[in-house]
């Protein structure tokens, strides 16, 4: 069927695009009746400066981005919502070679989070006490999933923090220059760029998101508050394209197609081996090592697609901690339930209803409490679920947590 409806969407060249492409290059998209645009574009500041002036229906960006321009101290102001979750996992945390021999000496263990946390805390601190600069790493955005992970990685030692080290917004293509030119670093960012700067010998891949925390969220399909509400049968046709785009995706007789149409000049443009990494799990710590890293990124299947509204209040948790929010305002219960309703699993059970997709009874589950996959209660057919881990066994209930940390 001809596409009917139009929905023009901006997206960055990193690997969780995968599903608007696919959508779009498989015809998903046509066989909802959506004449699906994709406009690319640098990173998240880039889609978000243009959000209006491009005439976007909707965006594929970092899912705490949505939350954080819902807070009452946002310094813009935006009504967005997400209604579907792009991919999980992902990314990658990347060092120049330099810094590499350094956390190595200080007894860095790959891919384990907490010795990648425990030396680079050693190393920030010698580097004070030396008054020597400190350590600098590139995310996309100040708002970004990447950002938030990192800073909880790094202050998971309790002896380093937020001010221990510089944060530089870069969009992710740019990442590897930066590094090369060792203007950084390192960089936390989506695939394929971890992958390239280390089969080219530029630097390392320490660890990655998947290791720091299994499943979590990191891109989401972004569309306004307004839109959603005017263009409801668009969105539910747009989200089912992407459900299905999702299922293609994952299927492992696809990867070598999805890579090629990924590589293309429009998307990616760059080397089909680096995306391949991403794709098969096997990311290249260097040219002569790969690391095993199972649930790596993933686009449909365990509900990978579903927006847990728990999610959304975990990275909530995480702008609290850092003083996004002032205490008295992050208090009032509107802003708690406003960051928690940016995720919409009410939108997505109606939109993929008339497929039969099993989504999960609750908007809400404790995160952290997965170690291995589980069945759960699921509106149409069994569904599992997990695991969920975050690195250091922490556990966040989405229904008790504090308006405010110290950073």
């Not at 002036?53 to 705490?64: C, F, I, K, N, T």
């Not at 380093?160 to 530089?168: A, F, P």
Request: charged letters at 20%.
């Amino acid at each position: 069927m001809a596409g009917t409806r139009r929905f023009r969407a901006a997206f960055s060249p990193t690997v969780d695009c995968a599903i608007l492409v696919a959508a779009f290059e498989k015809g998903f998209a046509a066989d909802e009746g959506v004449a699906l645009e994709l406009i690319r574009m640098n990173g998240p500041r880039d889609i978000l400066d243009a959000w209006s002036s491009a005439e976007l229906d909707g965006a594929h960006l970092s899912v705490s981005l949505p939350v954080a321009l819902s807070l009452p101290s946002a310094e813009v102001e935006a009504d967005l919502i997400i209604p579907f979750i792009l991919a999980t996992g992902g990314s990658t945390l990347v060092v120049s070679s330099l810094l590499y021999d350094d956390l190595v000496e200080q007894g860095m263990k790959i891919p384990d989070p907490g010795s990648v946390a425990r030396a680079l805390s050693r190393v920030a601190l010698a580097r004070q006490k030396a008054d020597l600069p400190p350590l600098i790493f590139a995310t996309e955005h100040p708002s970004a999933t990447s950002t938030y992970e990192l800073l909880y990685l790094i202050a998971s030692t309790r002896l380093i923090g937020k001010h221990d080290v510089t944060l530089l917004e870069a969009a992710p293509a740019e990442m590897p220059g930066l590094l090369q030119k060792g203007s950084i670093d390192g960089f936390y960012a989506g695939e394929p760029y971890g992958s390239l700067v280390a089969m080219e010998e530029e630097g390392r891949i320490v660890t990655t998101k998947s290791h720091i925390w299994q499943n979590g969220p990191e891109k989401g399909l972004a569309v306004s508050k307004q839109w959603a509400a005017t263009n409801e049968q668009t969105l539910h046709a747009i989200l089912r394209a992407f459900y299905r785009a999702g299922e293609w995706c994952a299927s492992v007789a696809n990867r070598e197609e999805l890579a090629d149409l990924l590589a293309a000049p429009a998307y990616l443009s760059c080397d089909v081996e680096h995306i391949l990494a991403s794709l098969s799990g096997f990311i290249p710590h260097s040219p002569a090592r790969l690391l095993e890293c199972h649930d790596f990124f993933c686009v449909s299947a365990n509900a990978v697609n579903f927006p847990w509204q728990s999610q959304a209040l975990w990275f909530f948790n995480q702008m609290l901690r850092w003083n996004e929010c002032p205490p008295h305002i992050a208090a009032a219960e509107s802003v708690r339930e406003g960051a928690a309703e940016v995720f919409r699993p009410d939108i997505f059970r109606k939109a993929v209803k008339p497929i039969f997709a099993p989504v999960p009874a609750a908007n809400m589950k404790l995160e952290g409490t997965l170690h291995t996959r589980v069945y759960v209660g699921a509106d149409r057919a069994p569904l599992l679920l997990g695991p969920d881990t975050f690195f250091d066994g922490q556990v966040f209930d989405p229904e008790s947590f504090a308006t405010s940390h110290e950073s």
